[in-house]
């Protein structure tokens, strides 16, 4: 994956952040475990964790404090609306600069 883009030479990070659908349907997850698993992050993409992830019904929200120069990337749960936490309690959310794009 990061060598198909090309992201392991790269000075700063490449963040990825994708959110699931807003139906059941497009959120199932059968319980099985991560390691091992094409839900494994291998190489390096999910700054929280390789098997940090959010697998029932939410939306991606992307919050800029111009003032504090800081980007937050949120997945927050379709039912509540607040920021999820993923099976292991690891809050969803990464806060990194917008001048070195490297976490806060």
Same mark, same amino acid.
């Given at each position: 994956?990061?060598?198909?883009?090309?992201?392991?030479?790269?000075?700063?990070?490449?963040?990825?952040?994708?959110?699931?659908?807003?139906?059941?349907?497009?959120?199932?997850?059968? +319980?099985?475990?991560?390691? +091992?698993?094409?839900?494994?992050?291998?190489? +390096?993409?999910?700054?929280?964790?390789?098997?940090?992830?959010?697998?029932?019904?939410?939306?991606?929200?992307? @919050?800029?404090?111009?003032?504090?120069?800081?980007?937050?990337? @949120?997945?927050?749960?379709?039912?509540? +609306?607040?920021?999820?936490?993923?099976?292991?309690?690891?809050? @969803?959310?990464?806060?990194?600069?917008?001048?070195?794009?490297?976490?806060?």
């Amino acid at each position: 994956y990061s060598t198909t883009l090309r992201a392991d030479g790269l000075e700063r990070p490449l963040w990825q952040f994708m959110a699931s659908g807003m139906t059941p349907e497009t959120a199932h997850h059968s +319980g099985t475990d991560c390691k +091992g698993s094409y839900r494994e992050d291998l190489v +390096g993409l999910r700054p929280l964790g390789e098997c940090s992830y959010y697998s029932r019904p939410g939306f991606g929200v992307i @919050q800029i404090d111009w003032a504090e120069r800081t980007v937050a990337l @949120q997945i927050h749960d379709a039912s509540g +609306g607040g920021v999820a936490s993923d099976a292991n309690g690891v809050r @969803q959310e990464v806060v990194f600069s917008l001048d070195t794009c490297l976490p806060v």
